[in-house]
């Protein structure tokens, strides 16, 4: 089972920046984002496909389609640099699957 | 506030072992399930091992699966990643992490500061 991201996306400041994720095994689970800046652990930015912890700006979204996840971010700002990964978990071997990436620069 | 710290990384040969601790402050420790994530140098994020609330299910990823094992304690709020036979491909930062959500939507929601794990001769 692959999560496949693209390796990097460039977005001027103010647009906005979509980070897909793409697996079959995204017909059947639910995906989570994490944003992890330069020399910090990652951090939570979306869970089960569409929804925002708190303390995380609406400027961020999600979608799901098929086998097809999309990050959204809106209105983005040079702080939104970093790195972005999907996560799934594998409900019938009971594993946790990552895509491997995506290095977001606010040009 | 909710936080999770690791401890114990370092350097260790080839083939020798390693114990790495995380402890749970901020929430009932025993309600959680809790796992670890590595990171090689300059790569992505892998999963490694996850266990239930009450140690009843662990699951690892097949590249460690018999030669790490995860335990916990759950009067000390504290799991353990016990690292046997290492390989120069285990060399990454280790994270320690707290599992929220039902079956099938588990995702990490609080994740230690990360430790650093190097394996060399």
């Known amino acids: 089972f692959v999560l496949t991201q693209p390796p990097s996306v460039s977005v001027a400041p103010g647009t906005t920046a979509t980070i897909t994720c793409t697996g079959n095994?995204?017909?059947?689970?639910?995906v989570h984002w994490y944003q992890q800046r330069p020399g910090q652990a990652p951090n939570l930015v979306l869970f089960?496909?569409?929804a925002r912890p708190s303390g995380i700006p609406e400027r961020f979204s999600g979608s799901k389609s098929a086998n097809t996840a999309t990050l959204s971010i809106t209105r983005v700002e040079a702080g939104d640099e970093a790195d972005f990964y999907c996560?799934?978990?594998?409900?019938?071997?009971?594993?946790?699957?990552f895509g491997g990436g995506t290095k977001l620069t606010v040009l | 506030q909710v936080q999770v710290v690791e401890s114990g990384g370092g350097l260790v040969k080839p083939g020798g072992s390693l114990r790495l601790s995380c402890s749970g402050s901020?929430?009932?420790?025993?309600?959680?399930?809790m796992t670890w994530i590595r990171q090689a140098p300059g790569k992505g994020l892998e999963w490694v091992s996850f266990?239930?609330?009450?140690?009843?299910?662990?699951n690892h990823a097949e590249s460690v699966k018999g030669r790490f094992s995860i335990s916990r304690d759950n009067a000390r709020n504290s799991v353990f990643l016990q690292m046997d036979n290492v390989r120069v491909e285990d060399t990454a930062v280790y994270y320690c992490?707290?599992?929220?959500?039902?079956?099938?939507?588990?995702?990490?929601?609080?994740w230690g500061q990360g430790i650093m794990v190097t394996v060399s001769s």
């Open positions: 996560q799934v978990w594998h409900t019938p071997s009971d594993r946790m699957l």
């Open positions: 266990i239930s609330s009450a140690s009843g299910f662990k």
């Open positions: 089960e496909d569409t």
């Open positions: 992490g707290r599992v929220v959500g039902r079956r099938g939507y588990h995702r990490i929601d609080s």
């Open positions: 095994i995204l017909e059947s689970e639910s």
């Open positions: 901020g929430f009932i420790f025993r309600d959680y399930f």
